[in-house]
Each structure stands twice: as structure tokens, then as C-alpha cells.
């Protein structure tokens, strides 16, 4: 029912800015903005060497184009795969070099186009379930490299289909309109005062690793704010998780913590002191634990470099007296009972193995909705090459009181002070 309202309210937004003047001039002005593709180093005929298609494959991998562009079951980036955002579904294309259905006709000007300017080799706008608002960065030396790799995969024959979105979001001009208020074409600009390190890591996570696109909460037209804004992160549609702020102490604890583990976290799935769970498990096993450790390097140089929130800002606290003593000691039995085995009595959890609990930012984090979710649907960290064989944890189906007693202990534990949760809050979490 919330989700009828917002969108009704979204609509309404839409229409009533629809009058305004400036859709017209991104429909009708747009070519002329277009700004020429810068030249390409490499044109069709000369896409092929062996070095140039193993960039693009590293590329492709800092990209993850294989998650969004390869259907469950279905060959490797033939596309078909819808991309849930909350105004419908867009299905991701065929990107293999068929050259009816695929890529096989597109030149490097058109590709570069369609990463920095969202647009299809028609001219079509592309919608930003394809994250174009991060690919914009990429450079022209790398969107040859990846075309040269896609160029260089089987073609599959595989026709595109069309996307499923609600009206009004559906309609040509409500596209026009989004990119005209949420969308500039942009280019990598280094920082001079900051090293090449950080640069580069800028330019992977602001570009190519699309952190932004779950990591930076949305607004109510689905246009994502900056990686540097400290509240809780975003709901990702379609998903009970939430991405958490990667700027906030109090959201991300990796991001806050030593270097190394950051790097672990991102090459492995699992540090010392945490693990990653659901579509984090998903970019690691599909982008990042394929990075080199210098590109990693670069990226925690520059994730842990996000101006962080005031001290006053960062924590959820001051509820002692809401708790009740007999919710707590029902808690505190069934963390003895159920978790206390891997997680430590103390929530010191086991380094590497099982993840600590106790000062962990997913126990205390103002919104609980991945405290509930690693209880109720467990998980496992990606198998990787740095941890081939990760242990897990089994899902819990605990009644409602029973997960709230546990969760409102685990939050007054260990010397967390965050605040209790109800029964009413599971109905809301689950
Ligand atoms: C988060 C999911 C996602 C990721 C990651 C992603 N794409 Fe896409 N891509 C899409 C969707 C969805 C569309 C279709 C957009 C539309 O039709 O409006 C698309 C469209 C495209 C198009 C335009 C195809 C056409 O026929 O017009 C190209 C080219 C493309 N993607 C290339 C890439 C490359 C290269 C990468 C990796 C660097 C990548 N994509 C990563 C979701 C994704
Ligand atoms: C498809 C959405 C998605 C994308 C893209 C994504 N993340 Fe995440 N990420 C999540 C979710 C959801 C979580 C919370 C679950 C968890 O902790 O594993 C998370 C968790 C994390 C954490 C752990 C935070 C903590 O301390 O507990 C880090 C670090 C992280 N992401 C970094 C990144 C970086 C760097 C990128 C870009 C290369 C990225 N993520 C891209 C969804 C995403
Ligand atoms: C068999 C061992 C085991 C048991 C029992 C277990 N866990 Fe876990 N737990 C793990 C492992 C392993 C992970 C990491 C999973 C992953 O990354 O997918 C984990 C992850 C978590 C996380 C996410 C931590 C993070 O940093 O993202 C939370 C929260 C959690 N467990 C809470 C609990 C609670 C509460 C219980 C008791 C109801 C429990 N666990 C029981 C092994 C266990």
C-alpha cells in the first residue's frame, strides 16, 4: 500500500513537472549537446589484440556487466535478465557480437556513447537501471578495450525485450525529463591534490564499479545521491537487503576499519572481523575478488578517505530504559542457545571463520533490516580464489517474539546501545 502511494506520488511529481520547458529542450536540444565521442584509438576493424581483449575483460569484471547482462542459466552476457527498480522491470540487453540481436553492428563511438551518454546505437535513451550515471566516467581508451572483449565472445542470437514499466514512467518524455533533472554526461577528473593511487580508485568505484548505484539512497524518482551521504544506505528493490553507507562508521565497518581488512573483505567476501551477505556476496563473486590487489588498494584508498559524519551523528543510542529486563534475558538464552557456538560467547566471533557480532555496524545500525535478514535467511560468503570454501550460516525460523528478544539483546550487548525492536517491527523487517 506504501509503495501505491509513493508511486502515485512519484507520478504526480513527474506529470507536473513534465510541463515544464526543459524536457523539451533535452528531447529536441539533445543532439546538439551530444558532445563528440573524443577519437577512439581503435576503430571496428582493428578491435582485436590479444592485449586490448584482456583489458576489457578485467574491465568488464570491475564493470560486473555479466551480472545484470547474463540471465540465470542463460549464456554469458546474451542479456535477458530484468533489473527490478521501483518503476518496473528493464531487461538487460544482448551484448555478445550477434549482429542482428547483439553488439555486432556497433562501433566504438556508439558503445563509448551509450556508457557516457545512455543511449542506444539509435539514439533511444536508455534507462538508468543501466548504470550510465557511474559508466559516464569511463574513459574512451577503456570503452574500446571493453568492446574489443564483448567482440571477441560467442555471438548468441538473442533477441532484446522491451522493458515493463508503469505508466507514467514508461513514456519517452517522463525519460527525457528524469535525465534532464538527474543526469549530466561527465568525465573523470583526477583530483590533483590526492595521489594516483586514490585516483584511481576513484575513478573504479565512482565509474566502472557503479558502488553508488545500491550504496547512495535513492529519492523518490529513483535518482541516486552521493556515496558520500551519510544516512542508511538504500533498499534495493526487489531485495530485503540494504546497502549500507559506505562514509558512515556506524553503517560499515569495513569502510571504517583497517585497510587490509577492507581489501580482504572485497577480494575474499570475508575479513578478520566481518563477511559480506546477499548482493555484496554477489559483486564480490562477480567483480571484485577478480581486481588486482593494486585496484583494490586504490579503492579502499579512496572509499576510506569519504568525509565521515560528526561524532554526534554516527550511532543509535540512549535506549536503556526501553528495553524490559525479561525480553533481554529471553534474548540473552537464545544467543546462548543458538548463536554463541560460532559467533563466541562474547560476540568475538572467530577471525576469518565466523564473523565478530559485537561491534559489528550490521547488529547496530539504526534500520535493522540485515540484522533480521542474516538471522532469518543465513548465508553464505562467495567461494573465491583467497577463500574457495567459506563456512555458513543456517537460516533461523524464529517466531516474531523470539526475534525480537534476540535482536533488541544483541543490540543492548556487549556495550551496544542501539534500539529495541518489537514484534511489529519483524512484520516489517521479514
Ligand atoms: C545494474 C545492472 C547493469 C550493469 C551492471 C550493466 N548493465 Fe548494461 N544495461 C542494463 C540495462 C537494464 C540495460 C537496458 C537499458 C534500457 O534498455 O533502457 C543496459 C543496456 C546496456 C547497453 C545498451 C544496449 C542497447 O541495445 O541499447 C550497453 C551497450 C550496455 N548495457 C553495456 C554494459 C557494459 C559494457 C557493462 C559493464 C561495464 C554494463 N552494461 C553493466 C543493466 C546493466
Ligand atoms: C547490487 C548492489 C550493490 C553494489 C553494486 C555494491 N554493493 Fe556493497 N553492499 C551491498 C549490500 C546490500 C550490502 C550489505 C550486505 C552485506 O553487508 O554484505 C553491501 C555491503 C558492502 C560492504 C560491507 C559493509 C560493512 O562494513 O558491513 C562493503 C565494504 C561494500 N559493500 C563495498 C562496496 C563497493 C566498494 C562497491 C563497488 C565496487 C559495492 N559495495 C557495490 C550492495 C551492493
Ligand atoms: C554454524 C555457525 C553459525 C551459527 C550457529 C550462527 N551464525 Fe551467524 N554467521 C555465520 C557465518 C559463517 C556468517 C557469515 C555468512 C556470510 O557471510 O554469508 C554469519 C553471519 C552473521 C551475521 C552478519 C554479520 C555481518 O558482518 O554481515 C549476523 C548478524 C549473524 N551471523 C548473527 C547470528 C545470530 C544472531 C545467530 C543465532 C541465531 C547466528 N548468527 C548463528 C555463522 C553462524
Same mark, same amino acid.
Request: net charge negative; proline share 5%; no cysteine.
Given at each position: 500500500m506504501r509503495r501505491h502511494v509513493k508511486q502515485l506520488f512519484a507520478g504526480a511529481l513527474l506529470l507536473?513537472?513534465?510541463a515544464s520547458a526543459v524536457v523539451w529542450r533535452n528531447l529536441e536540444g539533445e543532439a546538439e549537446l551530444l558532445p563528440d565521442p573524443p577519437p577512439g584509438a581503435t576503430e571496428a576493424g582493428d578491435l582485436a589484440s590479444a592485449s586490448l581483449i584482456a583489458r576489457g575483460a578485467y574491465l568488464a569484471r570491475a564493470g560486473n556487466c555479466a551480472a545484470c547482462h547474463t540471465e540465470r542459466g542463460g549464456a554469458a552476457y546474451a542479456g535477458g535478465r530484468g533489473v527490478e527498480t521501483p518503476f518496473g522491470t528493464v531487461y538487460a540487453g544482448n551484448l555478445t557480437p550477434d549482429p542482428a540481436t547483439g553488439l555486432g553492428r556497433w562501433t566504438g563511438a556508439e558503445f563509448w556513447r551509450a556508457l557516457h551518454h545512455g543511449r542506444s546505437r539509435d539514439g533511444r535513451l536508455l534507462t538508468p537501471a543501466f548504470p550510465y550515471p $557511474?559508466?559516464?566516467?569511463?574513459? *574512451?581508451?577503456?570503452?574500446?578495450?571493453?568492446?574489443?572483449?564483448?567482440r571477441s565472445l560467442p555471438p548468441v542470437v538473442r533477441a532484446n525485450r522491451a522493458a515493463a514499466l508503469h505508466w507514467p514512467f514508461d513514456s519517452r518524455i517522463a525519460l527525457a525529463l528524469w535525465r534532464a533533472l538527474y543526469f549530466t554526461p561527465g568525465s573523470f577528473r583526477p583530483d590533483l591534490r590526492q595521489d594516483a593511487e586514490w585516483n584511481r580508485g576513484a575513478y573504479l568505484v565512482n565509474g566502472l564499479g557503479h558502488c553508488s548505484a545500491c550504496h547512495a539512497a535513492r529519492n523518490l524518482l529513483g535518482a541516486s545521491g552521493a556515496l558520500a551521504d551519510h544516512d542508511a544506505g538504500s533498499r534495493l528493490p526487489g531485495q530485503r537487503w540494504l546497502a549500507p553507507s559506505l562514509a558512515n562508521p556506524a553503517e560499515s565497518g569495513a569502510v571504517s576499519?583497517? *585497510?587490509?581488512? /577492507?581489501?580482504?573483505?572485497?577480494?575474499?567476501?570475508?575479513?578478520? *572481523?566481518?563477511?559480506?551477505?546477499?548482493?555484496?556476496?554477489?559483486?564480490?563473486?562477480?567483480?571484485?575478488?577478480? /581486481?588486482?590487489?593494486?585496484? /583494490?588498494?586504490?579503492?579502499?584508498?579512496?572509499?576510506?578517505s569519504l568525509p565521515r559524519p560528526p561524532a554526534t551523528g554516527q550511532g543509535d543510542s540512549g535506549h536503556a530504559t526501553e528495553r524490559r529486563a525479561d525480553t533481554l534475558a529471553r534474548g540473552?538464552? /537464545?544467543?546462548?542457545r543458538h548463536c554463541a557456538d560460532c559467533h563466541g560467547a562474547q560476540g568475538q566471533g572467530a577471525p576469518g571463520i565466523y564473523p565478530a557480532l559485537?561491534? $559489528?555496524?550490521?547488529?547496530t545500525m539504526a534500520e535493522a533490516r540485515n540484522l533480521v535478514q542474516a538471522i532469518t535467511a543465513g548465508g553464505f560468503p562467495p567461494g573465491t580464489a583467497g577463500n574457495p570454501r567459506p563456512y555458513g550460516m543456517p537460516g533461523f525460523d524464529l517466531p516474531h517474539a523470539d526475534l525480537a528478544a534476540l535482536t533488541t539483546w544483541l543490540r543492548s550487548a556487549w556495550t551496544h546501545d542501539a534500539?529495541?525492536?518489537?514484534?511489529?517491527d519483524m512484520l516489517r523487517l521479514r
Open positions: 507536473v513537472a513534465l $557511474n559508466f559516464t566516467l569511463v574513459t *574512451r581508451a577503456d570503452a574500446d578495450a571493453l568492446l574489443a572483449f564483448l576499519g583497517p *585497510r587490509a581488512e /577492507l581489501v580482504a573483505l572485497l577480494k575474499t567476501g570475508q575479513s578478520a *572481523r566481518s563477511a559480506v551477505l546477499g548482493p555484496m556476496a554477489e559483486v564480490v563473486a562477480g567483480s571484485t575478488q577478480h /581486481l588486482s590487489d593494486a585496484d /583494490l588498494q586504490a579503492m579502499a584508498s579512496y572509499l576510506q540473552a538464552e /537464545l544467543y546462548t559485537a561491534g $559489528n555496524p550490521v547488529v534500539s529495541p525492536l518489537s514484534e511489529v
